[in-house]
């Protein structure tokens, strides 16, 4: 069984759905996952800030907007009166529960059941559609296997338990779809993976069942070789490792959530990047083999912030380090990159919702200094140890742009440096042209 996940675009209208749909149906037991159709997460999230704030007249009218379109989705994707009228009726059922919500207290946990209805809506959506298309189908719901535990990770092995649970009930087709993203707590509130789980989800899923492979089904044809937005003629690379995909996720490359390579390494699942606009190209293939050679992509992280950390309490001590550390954990903020010297330690953040939390901790262990605006630039590919070249070309491309920092020596598959966000175009396009043609 094969687990295929469709993001936003994928679904974002009744053409789109109807592309879905045809990609689906070859008669191969699957599980679909799918997104809330693109632009719905987005305004869910305006209606919850709406709530926040107490402005009842906006959140109605955006409600009503957002009704509206969904009204003519339908018309658009149903041929017959049935079926019109029945997804009619369950959407008056959603936006009259979101409508619930405007005369009462709003919390945090109910903003999180008010984003959940745009995957509940378009699985169901593409559901009834494939009944009126006569294509046997079952729509699974995720809040009935997918939980996070006390800790907002995934619980292993009670997906695995009620997944399996589910699909063992008689009368389940072989053509199952269900939602990505959403999910219960360990208190049996709906929650969510984040923003991006839908990938996350089908990784999951994928290892819960042991799957055969996982699509992630984009409207690009799979990782390019750098960011087609930045860089001119960039390429679609065929296959990747496991790490190097991860690697390219989390710096930047939006095609794939950096969680959802995880759960497939762990039970070594190939994972299979396509395009649902053009479905017949291969895409790229991320498996457990590491293919030795140059260069492979390059990405790019923005939103940076550098912290350098000096202090002569450092040389020849143990412990500092340790204790720096220990700051960026109790604030709950991950580290994305580092580089120490005898008298100093630099790195880097993404998360900056507790800075200056964390710069009045770090203010006893040394002098501070905060660089804002800086952006991590990941070059992927074949960097490992006692292999001469990849550090030497890498800076000879970037001979013209000023580094902050560097980090090489970390991973077999990564070298990374610190730029000013303003030098980001350059160093990519100088990096893409002197080492990826």
């Known amino acids: 069984m094969k687990v295929l996940k469709f993001g936003g675009t994928s679904v974002g209208s009744a053409e789109r759905i109807q592309g879905v749909a045809k990609l689906i149906t070859d008669n191969e037991p699957k599980i679909v996952v799918l997104s809330a159709m693109s632009g719905t997460t987005n305004t869910l999230v305006e209606i919850a800030d709406c709530l926040y704030c107490n402005e009842k007249k906006k959140a109605l009218e955006i409600i009503q907007n957002l009704e509206v379109n969904y009204y003519i989705v339908i018309t658009e994707l149903f041929s017959t009166e049935k079926y019109i009228h029945k997804s009619k009726e369950f959407i008056q059922t959603i936006f009259t529960y979101l409508r619930s919500f405007v005369n009462k207290d709003f919390y945090p946990l109910q903003e999180k059941a008010v984003l959940a209805q745009g995957e509940i809506m378009s699985t169901t ?31 292993y092995f009670y ?8 699909l063992a009930q008689p009368g389940i087709e072989n053509l199952i779809i269900t939602q990505g993203f959403i999910c219960r707590n360990a208190y049996g509130e709906i929650d969510n993976l984040k923003r991006g789980g839908s990938d996350y989800s089908a990784a999951l899923i994928g290892a819960a069942i042991h799957a055969d492979e996982i699509q992630i089904w984009t409207d690009i044809d799979g990782f390019h070789n750098n960011d087609p937005r930045i860089v001119d003629n ?24 950096p969680s959802s390579v995880q759960p497939a390494k762990k039970e070594n699942i190939p994972v299979r990047l396509k395009n649902t606009l053009n479905p017949q190209d291969e895409g790229t293939l991320i498996t457990a083999e590491n293919t030795k050679g140059n260069i492979k992509a390059v990405a790019a992280k923005s939103g940076i912030t550098a912290i350098k950390i000096k202090s002569t309490n450092m040389l020849l001590a ?6 720096v550390f220990e700051v960026f954990e109790a604030w709950k903020t991950p580290i994305d990159m580092i580089a120490t010297s005898e008298v100093a330690i630099s790195l880097t953040i993404d998360c900056t919702e507790q800075l200056d939390n964390i710069l009045k901790d770090l203010e006893k262990y040394g002098t501070i200094e905060v660089d804002r605006n800086m952006a991590i630039i990941c070059i992927v590919g074949d960097c490992s140890a006692g292999k001469s070249g990849p550090g030497a070309q890498v800076l000879t491309a970037l001979a013209e ?37």
Request: charge should be neutral; charged fraction near 30%.
């Open 125 to 155: 959506l593409l559901h009834y559609y494939l009944e009126e298309c006569n294509i046997p189908n079952t729509l699974l719901s995720a809040l009935e296997y997918m939980r996070i535990d006390k800790d907002c990770e995934p619980d």
């Open 159 to 166: 997906i695995r338990q009620n997944l399996q649970r589910e």
């Open 234 to 257: 960039t390429k679609a690379i065929r296959q990747l490792s496991f790490d190097e995909a991860a690697e390219l996720a989390y710096f930047g490359a939006k095609i794939l959530h």
């Open 318 to 323: 143990y412990g500092f380090i340790r204790k």
């Open 401 to 437: 742009v000023p580094l902050r920092m560097i980090s090489y020596g970390g991973s077999e598959h990564n070298i990374s440096v610190l730029v000013k966000e303003e030098d980001k175009k350059k160093a990519m396009i100088d990096l893409s042209q002197k080492l990826l043609q």
